[in-house]
């Protein structure tokens, strides 16, 4: 099956062409690209609908789409068909995702409007955190507000996160859902997750992505009466998620969220790059240090997403704050670029240390494969 995966982020959409019939895996790449978004909707449909009618031209028309949602809500805990009243509930959604849910929606509507009738597959971030346990997963608030409102800990980056597990297993010689890992998928956007058994247990992002890890440019924990004390000196809530999403983070300390101008920074000495480094990689310390309680010890702690796969600064910064602990970081193996799964750390590392190339796409087309193949049995 040929599926054409939409991957859109707040700025731009990433977008490949995958035949899963040429390997086991789907790992077949026929055509990728990026798309930097328009700020204005119309203009970005315009934009997506020149992207599939180039896809169209140049390698005819897919057997079908697959999308990456973010947030799934409670509605959606597996892959499913896009109709448009998915395409509604994802719409809705957006409050909880910002950056994303709309973006996703926009996709499947113009893909909707060129090819109708053509199978459209959501597969949703939020889904492999669903078992996470209500210990882990409950917000310590009323119960009438509970039950009111979507408020639980979904966690994201769930698609890359049980990729990176399952190649780890591979990797490891270890059986299909085995794994005690911790993976942190760093990026823009930032998390880490504590798997057990192959599921997720606990995860650092919240109810929206805003929770946990500093982030290129959301600012992760903070005690929340930072935003009544902003509310209170006159910040309207709209402020204050601009605030909060799009002017924190890195870019609030280094004055950049862009980890490579951080790392020559960092090198040259910089107060706010080497700040921005510092606390970004103590915030992941603790993280994986609770999570590699939460597990009961992990096989491997796993670094996935764009800086965990490229930042050789990064890993070593947050690597020596779990010295202590008796992580060993292997200097050479961390400064080398090779491609594919690779171990950062030294044979007499507590755990070992991996870094696994993060592929959202293949896994989105293999979902999307599996979904409708078993839609026609």
């Not at 731009?12 to 035949?19: E, F, V």
């Not at 609908?49 to 896809?55: A, F, G, P």
């Not at 909880?96 to 597969?123: F, K």
């Not at 890992?181 to 929206?208: L, W």
Request: net charge negative; proline share 5%; hydrophobic share 40%.
């Amino acid at each position: 099956m040929r599926v054409l995966v939409l991957n859109p982020g707040s700025s731009s959409l990433k977008y490949h062409l995958r035949d899963t019939a040429c390997t086991p895996t789907g790992n077949a790449v026929l055509h990728s690209g990026q798309l930097e978004w328009a700020d204005d909707q119309e203009d970005r449909g315009g934009s997506l609908r020149r992207v599939l009618q180039e896809v169209e031209r140049d390698f005819g028309r897919p057997d079908a789409i697959g999308h990456r949602v973010v947030h799934g809500g409670e509605s959606y805990t597996s892959p499913v068909s896009v109709t448009n009243d998915v395409i509604a509930m994802i719409r809705s959604l957006g409050t909880l995702a910002p950056l994303h849910n709309a973006s996703s929606a926009d996709c499947m509507e113009a893909a909707a409007d060129l090819w109708p009738g053509l199978p459209q597959v959501a597969v949703f971030d939020t889904s492999f955190h669903r078992s996470i346990p209500d210990f882990a997963s409950r917000y310590a608030v009323p119960e009438n507000a509970y039950t009111g409102h979507p408020i639980r800990r979904y966690g994201f980056h769930g698609i890359s996160v049980e990729l990176a597990c399952r190649d780890a297993e591979g990797f490891l010689a270890k059986p299909n859902g085995s794994l005690n890992a911790v993976v942190a998928h760093i990026g823009n956007g930032a998390s880490v997750t504590a798997v057990k058994a192959g599921r997720s247990v606990d995860t650092s992002m919240g109810m929206t992505p805003l929770e946990g890890l500093v982030m290129g440019t959301r600012c992760g924990d903070l005690d929340p009466a930072l935003v009544l004390l902003m509310l209170g000196a006159g910040a309207t809530a709209s402020d204050v998620d601009d605030i909060l999403n799009h002017r924190s983070g890195l870019l609030s300390l280094a004055g950049t969220a862009d980890m490579r101008t951080i790392a020559a920074g960092f090198h040259r000495g910089d107060p706010g790059a080497v700040l921005a480094v510092q606390a970004s990689s103590y915030r992941l310390a603790k993280y994986i240090a609770a999570y590699a309680m939460a597990v009961g010890g992990p096989d491997a702690v796993i670094f996935t997403g764009g800086i965990g796969e490229n930042s050789a600064l990064y890993r070593a910064a947050t690597l020596e704050w779990l010295r202590p602990l008796g992580y060993a970081l292997d200097e050479d193996a961390n400064q080398s670029d090779p491609t594919g799964i690779r171990t950062v750390s030294t044979t007499a590392s507590a755990v070992p240390v991996l870094v696994i190339p993060s592929d959202e796409e293949r896994a989105i087309a293999e979902s999307t494969a599996s979904l409708l193949g078993s839609d026609k049995k």
